[in-house]
């Protein structure tokens, strides 16, 4: 038997939930080529001492935990906003104060033989776009609280629901988004100019919270679940991280200013994202030396738009 190996990793597919944690079994859209994901699962067990014994008795399970982490990146024929500002954001127009729910298929090839993780009532909790140098891929980094994860090897599954996943997409157009246009910054309503970075990121933390319900499952089983009634966004953030190469004081003295960043735009694709009522958070100077120098800073913001 060999070891799975590079290419055995499929895309990510997703399909829509009407009624959250309830798989439709209607035909699966594309999410992102995958770079990585990692289950985050627990069984939630306890071991139990009994019977005069320092070992353990017995084995308790609950609240089962289930979820996953994944690298990402977007196709250009995709667009980008269906499936992660949807999902992260809560509208493909900027922000929402809620959520909706997705579940998702996540399959690993070797020959024709597919082995498959169904992931139910899922929710991104926070997602992370960043972006290292001009002309580089943007990578999307998602973590994703779900209500149930199961294995198979066919796209029917059964235990806490009984379902049968439809049919992917034909493959899209395989290049990706790369980070071609400049970024734009308006600092003390100053108007936009452009912002001469090198790298940067934008994380929109959801803090989602699973709440915790023993649920009867389509197999008459009663399943203890973090998230058995729901998972709900709490306080969000909204945070910019950049890296410039330090040739003035304009941003130095901005910070000790404490000046309002009335808004920050980048583009992905063909749809720009206008992030506004900005304020430093990270008053970090840059550290003085007869040297190249570049410094770093973490601007917090109160609301977004794509158009």
């Not at 290419?7 to 990585?36: C, R």
């Amino acid at each position: 038997m060999g070891q799975y190996t590079a290419g055995e990793l499929d895309a990510l597919y997703y399909v829509a939930e009407s009624a959250w944690g309830v798989t439709p079994t209607g035909a699966q859209s594309f999410g992102g080529d995958l770079i990585s994901l990692k289950p985050d699962v627990d069984l939630g067990k306890k071991f139990i001492l009994q019977g005069a014994n320092r070992s353990f008795g017995s084995a308790t399970k609950g609240p089962y935990k289930a979820g996953f982490t994944a690298s990402m990146y977007s196709r250009s024929a995709v667009d980008w906003r269906t499936f992660f500002a949807a999902y992260a954001f809560g509208s493909t127009a900027g922000v929402a104060d809620h959520l909706g729910s997705f579940s998702a298929l996540v399959a690993k090839k070797v020959a024709s033989a597919y082995k498959y993780n169904l992931y139910n009532g899922c929710k991104i909790s926070s997602l992370k776009i960043s972006v290292d140098a001009p002309g580089n891929p943007f990578i999307f980094d998602a973590a994703v609280k779900a209500k149930w994860v199961t294995p198979g090897t066919s796209k029917t599954f059964t235990g806490l629901q009984s379902v049968t996943m439809g049919a992917y997409p034909a493959e899209p157009a395989k290049p990706v988004n790369t980070w071609l246009t400049a970024v734009y910054i308006n600092i003390a309503a100053g108007g936009l100019v452009v912002f001469p970075i090198k790298k940067w990121s934008f994380t929109v933390d959801n803090k989602c919270v699973g709440q915790p319900d023993v649920v009867t499952g389509a197999d008459s089983v009663q399943y203890p679940l973090e998230a058995g009634q729901g998972i709900s966004e709490s306080e969000r953030d909204m945070i910019f991280d950049y890296t410039i190469d330090s040739t003035n004081e304009t941003y130095t003295n901005s910070k000790l200013a404490d000046q309002a960043i009335t808004a920050l735009t980048f583009k992905i694709g063909a749809y720009t994202v206008t992030l506004s009522g900005g304020s430093w958070e990270a008053n970090d100077l840059p550290e003085l030396k007869q040297a190249l120098m570049e410094e770093s800073g973490r601007i917090r913001f109160n609301a977004m738009s794509i158009a």
